[in-house]
């Protein structure tokens, strides 16, 4: 396992659409367990493939509550409700800005394996759920963010 590099703001890659896996074979798991250990160490909510440099459509997120889940070919099924809060991005370092979505999300993902799931996700999950989807489609928190901040 390693720790990757991580891109930040600027970087072409992270505005393009990434592109579904195809193969569910070690190269998949790899980067899943280096994604992990690169979100670890960051102290990162969530990490998508664009920021370490891939554009695929993968992403991780860690949360305390919920436990560790991976989201390969990710489709968000449905959502509902809205909340407004705060927001940082591993790719844009010492920001917040305040974003609203949705508070509930419904998705369907495959795991390392290729079995897909399906999972609501709640509150500051929710969150997480939409902005690491976000990613994939080139798109950053602060393009969406009000009251953009230096972190304090
Ligand atoms: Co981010």
């Known amino acids: 396992m390693a720790v990757l590099p991580i891109l930040q703001y600027g970087e072409k890659i992270l505005r393009e659409k990434c592109v579904p896996v195809e193969k569910f074979d070690l190269n998949l798991a790899t980067l899943l367990d280096n994604m992990h250990e690169t979100l670890t160490s ?13 554009n695929l459509r993968v992403f991780v997120i860690d949360l305390e509550e919920e436990g560790y889940f991976e989201f390969v070919n990710p489709v968000i099924l449905g959502t509902s409700g809205s909340q407004y809060g705060p927001e940082g991005c591993l790719s ?5 800005g305040d974003v609203k979505r949705p508070k509930k999300v419904t998705v369907e993902a495959y795991d390392r394996y290729g079995i897909k799931f399906k999972l609501v996700g709640r509150d500051f999950f929710a969150r997480a759920i939409m902005h690491e989807y976000d990613h994939l489609d080139g798109i950053i928190y602060t393009d969406k963010a009000d009251n953009i901040r230096d972190d304090i």
Do not use: D, S
């Open 92 to 96: 844009v370092k010492g920001k917040w």
């Open 42 to 54: 960051a102290k990162g909510a969530g990490l998508a493939a664009p920021q370490v440099g891939l």
